[in-house]
């Protein structure tokens, strides 16, 4: 039992990076209508532009984090939407869709040619050994992880619920003509929106190199778990991509545990293919009518 709640407790933490990806994905639909293929290399990029901030400007850990951010933050928000989204989204769906593969291609193949293929170890921002509630050993490592987590998605929620500017980007991510009648800046408000989901997929970039350490193929790891956790919970709505995240992430501890590490990927496609055939607006998604 006490290996049980360890074991989910660990499955939360990492579940929890999943959902900060995913909410990505979720956001990016709703407000563009579109899938950014190219997520899973936006969580790898952050890692290695601390790392290039450690190693070649000779900045302490901490310090490199606060400049690598912002620029993480503009690299993946705003050049991706006004470079790539905006040129291509004109001319389809497919077209923003296919050049997001190919900016998740050049993002990748860079860090390669730049860093090489092997991967690098990541500090941890949190303190390494186990806390004992009762019987049961909980790492502190893995608790921290689902804190940070849960207050980020906390307040992001609490920025879209009780904010002018949130309420204002849900609006405009559910009719962006009656937005726009309303005097809502609808483009204002998607730009914000992939400026927050570049901010997210740099906290899970953090929260999760220290795990995974930092290599280029995280991307297609990363991205390929919190899209399936995104169609699992449901893909048009926040929520539904919170608790794929983390039902996600403790079904894949547990499987690893339980049956076999070899096929620890089998028990989420599994429910994938059941969500898609069963409920395929997910567990908490919602059949779209999206007004254009």
Partial sequence: MQDAVSLVVAGLSTGAIYALIAVGFALVWQTAQTVNFAQGEFVMVPAFLVLAAVRYAHLPFWLAIIVSVPLATFLLGWFFKKVIVDPTLRHGVLSTVIASIGFGIILRES?????????????????????AIGNIMLSTSDLSVLLVAIVAIAGLQLFLSRSRTGQAMQAAAQNPVVAHILGIPVQRMVLYTFLINAGLATLASILISPIYLAKFTNGETLGL?????????????VRGAIAGGLLLGV????????????????????????????RPQGLLGRVEERTA
């Fill in 225 to 237: 778990a919190a899209f399936t956790a995104a169609i699992i919970g449901g893909f048009n709505q």
């Fill in 251 to 278: 079904v894949d501890n547990l499987s690893a545990t339980y049956i076999s590490t070899q096929y620890r990927g089998v028990a989420p496609l599994l429910i994938l293919i059941l969500v898609i055939l069963f």
């Fill in 111 to 131: 860090v390669k040619t730049f860093y090489g293929a092997e991967a690098y170890p990541f500090p941890s921002l949190a303190t390494h050994g186990s806390l």
